[in-house]
Nanobody, 115 residues
Framework: QVQLVESGGGLVQPGGSLRLSCAAS????????MGWYRQAPGKQRELVAR???????TYADSMKGRFTISRDSAKNTVSLQMNSLKPEDTAVYYC?????????WGKGTLVTVSS
């Protein structure tokens, strides 16, 4: 089993920045994909960005150029630097780790972008 704990959410003004972090613990394979998803009220959960253990990244189109995902595989952590935040970025952000045929989720951290 894998446990994921997110941190770093909060309230930020439009145009501001926020950094989310996620720490994974448990039985973690050498090859895995860690990522961030988000779910806004009344909407489906969607991919924000993900990164493989080899460092390959994928971003949702609306996040390209504003968000940056990074990881420290030795520490099993993944971070998401979010810049130029918009009100529509308001959502619960979930950390995800996928390895083998299994996916694991954190409990989520709320990001609110509002003036």
């Amino acid at each position: 089993q894998v446990q994921l704990v997110e941190s770093g959410g909060g309230l930020v003004q439009p145009g501001g920045s926020l950094r989310l972090s996620c720490a994974a613990s448990g039985t973690i394979f050498d090859f895995n994909v860690m990522g961030w998803y988000r779910q806004a009220p009344g909407k489906q959960r969607e991919l924000v960005a993900r990164i493989t253990s080899g460092g390959s990244t994928t971003y949702a189109d609306s996040m390209k150029g504003r968000f940056t995902i990074s990881r420290d595989s030795a520490k099993n952590t993944v971070s998401l630097q979010m810049n130029s935040l918009k009100p529509e970025d308001t959502a619960v952000y979930y950390c995800n780790l996928h390895q083998g045929a299994l996916g694991f989720w954190g409990k989520g951290t709320l990001v609110t972008v509002s003036s």
